[in-house]
């Protein structure tokens, strides 16, 4: 009887591993962090999905929601963006703008570039021709009408480079 249980919960041998486990642990750095409004959370957990698959340390908060739990999320979300990423993506849109926790977390990214004295550190991903105030128009910028895929190539490229 036993035999014929598992004979019976066998899996098929076209079937497909599982989502990639993940160490959940918090990093002290990550290569990117990624700032978004609602209405884009889409394309930003697909960006941040792409980079953790190529193994990029990306800061998306449903990768971390033990570590925002209970957390006094105004320091957490200043020390993310302006003292442990490398670069920081930022979904520009009109939701974005309007956003209290966007605009902090723009706040905090904007703080880290101008410590690093106009090196590249805020990446803007433009949704739509909304501008940010504090973001220079000069800024290069791709945007998302590239789709997410090239995006995510882009930068790894930059990462790597």
């Known amino acids: 009887m036993r035999d014929d ?3 019976q919960i066998r899996l098929p041998t076209n079937a497909k591993p599982g989502p990639k486990p993940f160490d959940a ?8 962090a990624i700032s978004f409004a609602g209405t884009e959370r889409e394309l930003a957990e697909k960006l941040a999905e792409i980079l953790r698959a190529a193994g990029i340390a ?3 908060d449903n990768f971390y929601p033990e570590h925002l739990w209970g957390k006094n999320l105004t320091a957490f979300l200043d020390e993310i963006y302006r003292k442990r990423a490398k670069f920081c993506v930022v979904f520009v849109s009109e939701e974005y703008k ?3 926790w966007t605009v902090h977390e723009l706040r905090s990214a ?22 940010l105030h504090g973001l220079p ?13 090239k995006i ?3 930068l790894i ?4 480079g």
């Open 25 to 32: 642990a918090l990093p002290s750095n990550f290569d990117v």
């Open 152 to 154: 995510a190539e882009l």
């Open 98 to 100: 309007e956003r209290k």
């Open 137 to 149: 128009p000069n800024v290069g910028y791709v945007g998302i009408s590239l789709g997410i895929e």
């Open 110 to 131: 904007q703080a880290k570039a101008l410590e690093q004295k106009g090196e590249e550190y805020i990446l803007p991903v433009k949704v739509d021709d909304t501008e």
């Open 157 to 160: 490229k930059k990462l790597q």
């Open 58 to 60: 990306v800061f998306y």
């Open 5 to 7: 249980i598992v004979q």
